[in-house]
């Protein structure tokens, strides 16, 4: 059987499981070495990019064709900040508009991609530094719909979130990425949404179509955390205030770079990593994103 028509087998069949021991009976028979999935962090930017075409949206679309078709697509967004672990595992989560002063076309998107809550059970129970409450409520937020639309435009794959606990430290967020990895190996696409260099107080408006631009010390910090993320330093990326006061003006809170962190939690020792939309926006923020798989 091609692989094409393997992957659009399983997807079929999955689609129709409701419960998590058949969810866990189904992928339980699949082949580790076939379904282990790519890894990626994403610089998400404006709320724009996910109506827009930009080159930055382009890339996802290109992004998705590159890769294997998920069976599932778990995110962990910037902006899903929650007392506590919770997954979303309702059947339909909603597109959630959490943002102002932007084209009354934005707001009109919808997204609507199936949850799978028999996944959403299967992922708390991997957890175990931490008791992951069921969510009905959130949905998704644009630091998921935003790039997933023009990687699956069709809204067929399910789509979850998890969320990112505010009460926690770096260290916690990077362990707890690392009891995902087994999710990898069942066809699920875990992606990291966030910026690595994001400071919205220091942006510069009149700057914000100049392509590229981006100052001293956002290049610098963004090189940076290429180059250890590239030579497998986490330790440094995870004490990243200790990397001086670039750091602190790339990352002045934490909501945006801690998905990355989880996206290295779930790296493999034998993962290639590359790096994609590498390029600064308005200044003090950067696109970067990471491939890892």
Known sequence: MKREHFIKTILTAAAGMTTLSAFKTFTSGLKEQEQLMPVLFIGHGSPMNGIEDTEFSRRWTQMAREIPTPQAVLVV??????????I??????????DFGGFPKELFAVQYPAPGNPALA???????????????????????????VRHMYPDAKIPVLQLSIDYTKGPQYHYDLG?????????????????????????????????????????LHMNDRFKELISAGD????????????????????????????????????????????????????????????
Not at 199 to 218: E, K, P, Q, S
Not at 256 to 285: C, E, M, Q, R, W
């Open 121 to 147: 059970e299967e992922t708390a129970s991997l957890i175990q530094s931490a008791k992951v409450e069921l969510d009905h409520d959130w949905g998704l937020d644009h630091g998921t719909w935003t790039v």
């Open 178 to 218: 690392k009891e995902l990895y087994a999710l990898r190996k069942k066809g699920v696409l875990i992606i990291g949404s966030g910026n690595m260099v994001h400071n919205l107080r220091m942006v510069a408006w009149d700057r914000l179509n100049d392509t590229g631009f981006g100052f001293d010390w956002a």
């Open 77 to 86: 967004s910037a902006h899903w900040f929650t007392r506590g672990t919770q």
């Open 88 to 97: 979303t595992a309702m059947d339909f989560p909603r597109t959630i508009h």
């Open 234 to 293: 986490h330790h440094s990326l995870i004490k990243y205030e200790s990397l001086g006061r670039e750091a602190l003006l790339a990352i002045p809170t934490p909501e945006h770079y801690l998905p990355l962190l989880y996206t290295l939690g779930v790296k493999g020792s034998k993962d290639d990593i590359s790096f994609f939309n590498d390029k600064a926006v308005a200044g003090s923020l950067t696109m970067t994103s990471v491939k890892m798989g």
